[in-house]
């Protein structure tokens, strides 16, 4: 098993940055990939930005592209996403979430989620 437990995230002005962290621990040597989802009311989760648990392997959806930066922090098993110049689109239910090899995202473990809200 691999627990994932985020932090981060809160209310901010357009224009504005936050970060995200999930730390993982339990068996983490089964990871493959490590990702950040999102979920907006009314709308399906998407994937926003995914990091092989090597470090290589970045991923971004075409929305966060130049704004968001996701990052691992190998000694503390933790994954950050920095999000800048926030839109108020950004606002969603985010989720940190890692896969194991030759598995997919939906069978994988999931953290518990953090509200991240921008105002206009």
């Known amino acids: 098993q691999v627990q994932l437990v985020q932090s981060g995230g809160g209310l901010v002005q357009a224009g504005g940055s936050l970060r995200l962290s999930c730390a993982a621990s339990?068996?983490?040597?089964?990871?493959?990939?490590m990702g950040w989802f999102r979920q907006a009311p009314g709308k399906e989760r998407e994937l926003v930005a995914a990091?092989?648990?090597?470090?290589?392997?970045?991923d971004y959806a075409g929305s966060v592209k130049g704004r968001f930066t996701i990052s691992r922090d190998d000694a503390k098993n933790t994954m950050y996403l920095q999000m800048n110049s926030l839109k108020p689109e950004d606002t969603a239910v985010y989720y940190c979430?890692?896969?194991?090899?030759?598995?997919?995202?939906?069978?994988?473990?999931w953290g518990q989620g953090t509200q991240v809200t921008v105002s206009s």
């Open positions: 990091i092989a648990w090597s470090g290589g392997n970045l």
């Open positions: 979430a890692a896969d194991q090899t030759g598995s997919s995202w939906s069978n994988g473990y």
């Open positions: 339990g068996r983490t040597f089964s990871i493959d990939h």
